[in-house]
């Protein structure tokens, strides 16, 4: 388990290893640096090759320490040997460095055999499934291996149609620049009072997505009707996969269909760019159409887009009792933290 601080090694390591993320890039970990948390960035080695990596965020809450490894760590999760390695080094780090608990979610799929072996691999190393879950549980994953003709014929016909829509009513895409900041984040929060859901502040996204245009690791894109911007969509890679991470639309033009035509934008860039296949981030908790992800996932199947669960969220945590403590006092702050920001809303 040994420390690294060059950003060149890091990254070429890390894009080695099975399923690389973006949240494990070197530059996720200094965007998030600038909101408070300090990256810590490990390797394991195997005859001088890279087995494993971790980069692990460290938050300071008052006197409480809390980790994170976002989409990690990364390693071959069907060796069994190395799993329990790797996790049990991770616990004794976590206890050494004083941790209220030490969160991480990797992509290990829920629904196959060697899924059901992390699990019990992670209980026999004091893993418990997390109360809180940071990032989507589930996805929906494209494979892009087929032509691009072929991935228009995989879509539902309504999809291909309204694909075509768009270009005939006139919709453009253009590529977002640093500038455009300020443009993606209101139709972003307008997108959020009309669907419902909770956005951080505006200089959060902006630092953001525009660390990563300028890095060359996002497709930040905007949909225009007669040179007016109707909708959004930005998407990051990293190796051979994109994710689609952040999209929004504005109450106008919504029938010409931009989102549809954003996607296929997408999509071509990333077979362009040699991406085998897209992460479109996000997706039910389970597959019923009462979950509140319902229409997500109809939009994101539509694509040709396959449901995949995770196992989700695990904590490490060697002072049981104030971890008991803080995940009973943890969804109540939250609650009162998210009232206290629909008040705000319904007041602009």
């Given at each position: ?28 970990g200094?965007?998030?640096?600038r ?11 195997e ?39 790797v ?30 072996t ?9 893993w ?7 990032q ?35 919709v ?9 900041a300020?443009?993606l984040?209101?139709?972003?929060a ?11 502040e ?12 300028r ?5 930040s ?20 996969t994109?994710?689609?991470m ?7 033009e919504r ?24 992460d479109?981030w996000?997706?039910?908790e389970?597959l019923?159409?009462t ?5 997500v ?22 002072n ?8 009973f ?16 809303m319904?007041?602009?």
């Amino acid at each position: 388990m040994d420390r690294i601080v060059d950003a060149q090694v890091w990254d070429t390591a890390v894009l080695t290893l099975p399923q690389p993320h973006i949240l494990q890039s070197w530059l996720w970990g200094e965007v998030k640096a600038r909101r408070g948390w300090r990256p810590l960035r490990f390797l394991w080695y195997e005859d001088n090759h890279p087995v494993a990596a971790a980069q692990i965020l460290v938050l300071q809450r008052g006197s409480l320490r809390l980790g994170y490894i976002p989409k990690g760590p990364l390693l071959d999760w069907t060796d069994t040997q190395r799993v329990g390695e790797v996790l049990s080094q991770l616990g004794t780090y976590a206890r050494e460095r004083g941790l209220l608990l030490l969160k991480i979610d990797p992509d290990v799929r829920a629904d196959t055999e060697a899924g059901r072996t992390v699990e019990t691999c992670l209980i026999q190393n004091g893993w418990r499934a997390s109360f809180e879950q940071v990032q989507f549980r589930n996805t929906m994953l494209l494979d892009l291996s087929p032509d691009l003709d072929q991935l228009m014929a995989q879509m539902k016909p309504k999809w291909r149609y309204n694909i075509h829509l768009a270009v005939r009513k006139g919709v453009t895409v253009r590529d977002a620049t640093p500038d455009d900041a300020p443009l993606l984040f209101a139709m972003y929060a307008e997108t959020a009072v009309r669907d419902n859901f909770i956005i951080r502040e505006a200089a959060y996204y902006r630092d953001v997505w525009t660390q990563f245009m300028r890095a060359g690791l996002s497709w930040s894109l905007i949909a225009e009707v007669n040179g007016a911007p109707v909708a959004m969509a930005i998407a990051f890679h990293f190796g051979a996969t994109a994710w689609y991470m952040y999209g929004a639309s504005r109450d106008i033009e919504r029938g010409a269909m931009p989102t549809y035509l954003l996607q296929w934008h997408i999509i071509r860039r990333a077979k362009e760019a040699r991406c085998t296949l897209y992460d479109l981030w996000g997706a039910p908790e389970v597959l019923e159409i009462t979950d509140p992800l319902w229409g997500v996932y109809r939009f994101k199947a539509g694509f040709g887009a396959t449901f995949v669960p995770h196992l989700g969220a695990y904590d490490y945590a060697p002072n049981k009792l104030l971890y008991r403590l803080y995940t009973f006092l943890r969804p109540r702050a939250v609650g009162l933290a998210q009232r206290s920001y629909w008040a705000r809303m319904q007041r602009v």
